[in-house]
């Protein structure tokens, strides 16, 4: 169903993104040296120039988006998150070519008709997958060019699990697919009923291998697909495999891999280093009003779990008054807490109070994108409340992530907190690391349940 979909339309897209970019290439040209917002100081290149190089632009973006799996990829996503890919890949390959126009010849391209191609074939670029989509969708709800599924369970649990899919799969309408679902209450003879609705694609779930033999071999449909009940327990995703013929499926593994892993730890030294060292005055201003303003330490430490269930002390300015929790044991912190400084009140409200953190991260303790780290007494109360809670775990601890920069944070809703740490370590990505740390900086650090 994936296959044949990205098979049809990343043709298509390669095709329509081969002409974008040619033309994008050339009316560059044309506008830095013919409209000419800004003056032409060094006289006009010849076109040939710039003509000559449009086959050698088409084949590095190709490259480059094939590469990053613009074109094909094992899942769909959803238009926001497609149009963060190709823009990270737009940029990847953007990158290749100053760099290669460099190396041959500092002058000989303008850096204006270079920056004016990017902006405007990105543009173009996302135009028209918006348009080419929305037209599909258009053509796709007219009843052309629709293929028929048949989702059969022959369980309770396999009902559920399918009927989640067929929602899923609605969700895309692109896809062209027309589902129905025979449930197993009402489920009479599978060949019966497949030669009554003929499907094109039959999906089943919770099948007895007996009944999958005369399922293949009764059933005239071109394309049977099998979802295993295990899907239940694949809270991080499953992934299918195979080993000399023979399939096998990989449940709850993490999608970092070895390089994606050391990209993200040299992210985390570079900018936590560069972040100490920027605002180092800045720490030594709070540093001087905590210490003016109240009596005690100006640090405070506190010991969090991470990573596999190990622990470190993580570090904070100190907003609370010494001993805080001496007569109230470990609980959060509440709005109005009277436990704050009059400094710590605004330290928490700003979350500059959790600043001290990147040394945590240059210490290797944390990450700058990840789950936020909990005391181990918290720990052990929550894995008691929520199944799967632990699966945070299996990564490293962050100073911001997706529940953070989606309002989950402060005293609420617990469980949907872990749902944006789960979805963020299925779905890890080098690009949703950074898409977070950018949506960190856009949408700042006060949020009305930081106290």
Not at 256 to 280: E, H, N, P
Not at 354 to 359: A, G, I, K
Request: glycine content about 6%.
């Amino acid at each position: 169903m994936l296959k044949r979909y990205h098979y049809i339309f990343g043709t298509l897209f390669r095709i329509m993104d081969a002409l974008v970019l040619a033309l994008s290439w050339i009316g560059a040209y044309w506008l830095r040296f013919h409209v000419q917002f800004l003056e032409v100081t060094k006289g006009l290149p010849p076109f040939y120039r710039y003509v000559s190089l449009t086959p050698s632009i088409v084949i590095v973006w190709l490259v480059v988006f094939s590469g990053m799996h613009i074109y094909a990829s094992k899942r769909l996503l959803r238009q926001s998150d497609e149009l963060f890919v190709l823009l990270r890949a737009h940029l990847a390959a953007l990158t290749v070519l100053i760099a290669a126009t460099t190396l041959i010849s500092e002058y000989l391209y303008s850096r204006a008709v270079m920056l004016t191609f990017g902006v405007v074939s990105l543009c173009l670029l996302i135009f028209v997958r918006i348009l080419l989509r929305a037209f599909l969708r258009g053509v796709r709800r007219r009843g052309y060019n629709l293929r028929s599924l048949l989702a059969v369970s022959f369980s309770p649990a396999s009902d559920q699990l399918l009927a989640e899919m067929i929602k899923k799969i609605a969700c895309f309408p692109e896809l062209g697919v027309r589902c129905q679902h025979i449930s197993s209450e009402q489920n009479c003879s599978l060949a019966e009923s497949v030669a009554a609705l003929k499907p094109d694609i039959l999906l089943t779930s919770g099948v007895l291998p007996s009944a999958l033999d005369a399922l293949v071999r009764e059933c005239n449909v071109s394309d049977i697909i099998l979802v295993p009940e295990v899907a239940a327990y694949a809270t991080l995703g499953c992934r299918v495999d195979e080993f000399e013929g023979l399939p096998f499926l990989h449940i709850n593994e993490v999608p970092m891999t070895v390089v994606g892993a050391f990209w993200k730890r040299m992210t985390d030294l570079v900018l936590s280093f560069l972040a100490l060292i920027l605002l180092a005055p800045f720490f030594l201003l709070i540093a001087c009003v905590i210490a003016l303003s109240s009596p005690g330490p100006i640090f405070y430490r506190q010991e969090r779990m991470s990573l596999d269930g190990s622990t470190f002390w993580m570090f904070k300015f100190r907003s609370m008054q010494v001993n805080a929790e001496e007569e109230s044991g470990a609980v959060f912190a509440r709005k109005n807490d009277t436990r704050r400084t009059v400094l710590g009140a605004f330290l928490r409200a700003t979350s500059l109070d959790e600043l001290p953190q990147l040394w945590n991260v240059l210490k290797g303790d944390m990450s700058l994108v990840g789950p936020r780290p909990e005391r181990p007494m918290f720990v052990q109360q929550f894995r008691q409340q929520l199944p799967y809670y632990m699966f945070r775990h299996r990564v490293k601890s962050g100073i911001t992530g997706w529940a953070q920069v989606n309002g989950w944070r402060g005293d609420t809703s617990l469980e949907r907190r872990l749902e944006c740490d789960l979805y963020y370590i299925k779905n890890w990505s080098y690009s949703f690391d950074l898409k977070i740390i950018v949506l960190t900086l856009i949408k700042g650090f006060v949020h009305k349940n930081a106290y």
